[in-house]
């Protein structure tokens, strides 16, 4: 267990986020304990947390998100970013 004041912890959050590795780290306030920062564990795929915490729902199919490839007019990426400033101008 870790200890470190609020002052210190408002100046360097990641300090104490770095101190929970090893425990919980308590912050004082005027020599008084007045927070426990500890950590969360946390095991597998953060999506899968997600779903099961129902926070998101997945889609019920992802037919849509494959498109077609599209036919393009061919010309070079310098002639269309052109032909697209000349039309803004």
């Known amino acids: 267990m870790a200890y470190m004041t609020k002052s210190e912890f408002n100046l360097q959050p990641s300090v104490a986020a770095g101190l929970t590795a090893t425990g919980d780290v308590i912050i004082t306030e005027r020599g008084v304990p007045t927070y426990k920062l500890s950590r969360i564990p946390q095991s597998g ?5 997600l779903i099961q915490s129902g926070l998101v729902t ?4 992802t037919r849509h998100l494959v498109a077609e490839a599209q036919s ?3 010309l070079p990426l310098g002639a269309l970013i052109d032909e697209d400033r000349a039309d803004r101008w």
Do not use: N
Not at 45 to 49: G, I
Not at 58 to 61: R, V
């Open 72 to 74: 393009f007019t061919g």
């Open 58 to 61: 997945p889609a019920a199919s």
């Open 45 to 49: 795929d953060p999506w899968q947390r």
